[in-house]
Nanobody
Framework: QVQLVESGGGLVQAGGSLRLSCVASGTIAGINAMGWYRQTPSNERELVARIITGHITDFVDYQDSVKGRFTITSDYAKNTVYLQMSSLKPEDTAVYYC???????????????WGQGTQVTVSS
């Protein structure tokens, strides 16, 4: 099995920064993609940013509202993905979840795994 553990959430003032980390552990044969999603009590879970592994270069995708403020990076040698969040706004307040599209067998399919979530609160 695979486990994802997030860290780095917290309370920050508007305009501040936070860095989230997500480490995948367990039986990992390959990582197709890792990303960050967020959810508030009144909204569905939404994509924030993700990295999709490519043969030559990785594909990076951001939600429009975070472009220019958030940066996703990965260190797959450590099975880790980061989300650097800057110029935070109150509307960024949410529980942030890490997601991994991961193979447990090299020739097998990708499965979707989720972390437990980390709370990010931005005060005005």
């Amino acid at each position: 099995q695979v486990q994802l553990v997030e860290s780095g959430g917290g309370l920050v003032q508007a305009g501040g920064s936070l860095r989230l980390s997500c480490v995948a552990s367990g039986t990992i044969a390959g990582i197709n993609a890792m990303g960050w999603y967020r959810q508030t009590p009144s909204n569905e879970r939404e994509l924030v940013a993700r990295i999709i592994t490519g043969h030559i270069t990785d594909f990076v995708d951001y939600q429009d509202s975070v472009k220019g403020r958030f940066t996703i990076t990965s260190d797959y040698a450590k099975n880790t993905v980061y989300l650097q969040m800057s110029s935070l706004k109150p509307e960024d307040t949410a529980v942030y979840y890490c997601n991994g599209q991961i193979k447990t067998v090299a020739s097998g399919p990708n499965f979707s795994y989720w972390g437990q979530g980390t709370q990010v609160t931005v005060s005005s």
